[in-house]
DNA sequence: CGCTCACTTGAAGCAAATCAATTAGTGTGG
DNA sequence: CCACACTAATTGATTTGCTTCAAGTGAGCG
């Protein structure tokens, strides 16, 4: 199962090589600073659809980044209710929440088949000391973080469902551009209830808004497959402020 | 305007003898190190109440920690709707999601007279890669932060008005114990206004909650002026995992 | 004293939740 | 390959918790 040193090589990705290069770590990293990072990341097999990759409580010992497919994250109350905290796309970085005290406040699971880079956070921290823009890169990163939760938390206090779900798609759609992905066409990976739960809604109310952006000629969907038509106004109506978390972000360019 | 230097031997503040000492940077630090952090210390005359600490859109140059008083965040939308994204109490940091793009993403405003001191970011930036342990604070802070506004996100998604005013208030009074105030008597420095705008109600709905609670025997208050009777009770029907992000987190001694 | 502003309280309206019934996919074993 | 169960999604009818609209109260202040 541990059987790394062999398989790495075959696998052969690197840093340097890997197209995520841009949104992930080794943004502004010379060369040979991107080879010191390359050593301490650990690059194991795909997670399965639905497989964990940790579990909430457990004690934290890796960030990991997403390289292809998608995970979610959430919580889970002692009521049993759960809500999801995080959906990543490729090159995001999973478990910034868990580093202050040291075990992670939720669980995350694999929407899809998922490869991911792990890489140990006491190395990390270490190599970050040593290269002040590493240091800076994962600063700007959890920053990036917290600014991002907090359009999200706007979002919830004050959005209606259609303004919510918008926001949602419009999001998607420009984290999947900044990727190279279609910005107009594409596969949720989540299901209506995950996409309820993760917006403070219901189930019914997500179908039944989806049914109306499409026979209002937004979009069409079938199934998790959604075609965006007239991504201007979707944008619109999300409120243009398009909680965006990515490198494309229109704010960022004025 | 600018004339720190003479003053600051007459205010003679000291991380050393801040009585904050063990809740914001310092945590961990030894004399010598403290002494270097306090150099690049900056500390002003108070801010009044209702007087801007920056504002949105400003250029991000420096972190700042609470000494006394309080600080209120928020974002503002172009329709003109405002959202308060975070409360800030003596001990806690505010201005760590502008990091990302070098601009403050929201506004921050003083609620009553305030103290504050100023961390120039590139000061403490370098500082920290010459101190682990700083440098180790800084993030366990971030992701202080991040986990905690995602548990204010599962607030808002899933709960009802009373759980949301009944977890605002749990939280705040487990925060003002930490900073060794009363926590069961104290005082809203938030209009109620402030209040439901930070938990996605409308004023009324605020009120009225108060209102009930107050004839339920579970608080008393005066105005501004809170008077817990029934701090179980409370916690309770907030989901007893009041969203803390405090030292005394009972999920800590866990 | 009368003004304003923050808050309280009541009544009506509405958006989304809940309850409920169907339909469309997905997977399983005969 | 087809019947079977099982889950995901859609659609409709009803209920409800919060908002909105509206009027009133009380504290602080010139």
């Not at 040193?5 to 040979?32: E, F, M, Q, R, V």
């Not at 899809?112 to 956070?121: A, G, I, K, V």
């Not at 959890?142 to 938390?153: N, V």
Request: with cysteine.
């Amino acid at each position: 199962m541990t059987s790394t040193s062999i398989k790495l090589s075959a696998i052969k990705t690197a840093c340097k090589t890997c197209s995520l290069h841009d949104l992930c770590l080794p943004l502004g990293l010379d060369l040979g600073d991107i080879e010191r990072l390359d050593e301490i990341v650990k690059r194991s097999r795909p997670l399965h659809k639905s497989e964990y990759l940790f579990n909430s409580g457990e004690k934290f010992t890796s960030i990991y980044a997403v390289r292809s497919g998608s995970i979610k994250t959430f919580t889970e109350s002692e009521q049993g209710d759960e809500q999801i905290t995080g959906l990543y796309l490729p090159g995001e970085l999973i478990g910034l929440d868990a580093i202050h005290d040291n075990q992670h406040p939720c669980s995350a699971i694999a929407l899809e088949t998922t490869s991911l880079c792990e890489l140990p956070f006491d190395s990390l921290e270490e190599l970050s000391s040593q290269i002040p823009e590493l240091h800076r890169q994962l600063f700007r990163i959890m920053s990036k973080e917290i600014a991002g939760d907090q359009s999200l938390l706007m979002l919830m206090a004050q959005k209606s469902a259609d303004e919510r779900l918008a926001a949602f798609l419009v999001n998607l759609s420009s984290r999947l551009k900044a990727r190279n992905f279609s910005e107009t066409e594409f596969n949720l990976t989540m299901s209506r209830k995950d996409i309820g739960n993760y917006l403070g809604l219901t189930i019914e109310t997500i179908s039944r808004t989806f049914s109306r952006f499409q026979s209002e000629g937004l979009l069409s969907t079938q199934r998790k497959y959604v075609n965006i038509h007239k991504l201007g106004e979707l944008k619109e109506l999300a409120g243009i402020t398009d909680h965006c978390t990515t490198p494309d972000c229109p704010s960022k360019t004025a």
